[in-house]
Nanobody, 124 residues
Framework: QVTLVESGGGLVQAGGSLRLSCAASGRTFSLYKMGWFRQAPGKQREFVARIIWNGGSTLYADSVKGRFTISRDNAKNTVVLQMNSLKPEDTAVYYC?????????????????WGQGTQVTVSS
């Protein structure tokens, strides 16, 4: 079992930055990938970014490419999402997710473990 706890959400003006952290505990040695997803009111949960737990290879949604950066600190069992040049359409609850499998890296069904979510609100 793996437990994920997100932190770092909040309210920011358009063009600003926020840094989200996800602390993993439990059987972290079993993890292959970790990702960030987001869900806006009335919309489906969508993929934001993914990182391979060992190796660091990254993958981004087109909507955040060039603005968001995902990174990991294996010693601290933490994954970070640095969000720059934020836009009002980035407003959503952001979820950290993890999986021991390589399949389905950009879909929610490809992840076994989820955090509780953290709210990000970008004002115009």
């Amino acid at each position: 079992q793996v437990t994920l706890v997100e932190s770092g959400g909040g309210l920011v003006q358009a063009g600003g930055s926020l840094r989200l952290s996800c602390a993993a505990s439990g059987r972290t040695f079993s993890l292959y990938k970790m990702g960030w997803f987001r869900q806006a009111p009335g919309k489906q949960r969508e993929f934001v970014a993914r990182i391979i737990w060992n190796g660091g290879s990254t993958l981004y949604a087109d909507s955040v490419k060039g603005r968001f950066t995902i990174s990991r600190d294996n010693a601290k069992n933490t994954v970070v999402l640095q969000m720059n040049s934020l836009k009002p359409e980035d407003t959503a609850v952001y979820y950290c997710a993890a999986s021991p499998l390589a399949i389905l890296p950009t879909t929610a069904s490809g992840y076994n473990y989820w955090g509780q979510g953290t709210q990000v609100t970008v004002s115009s």
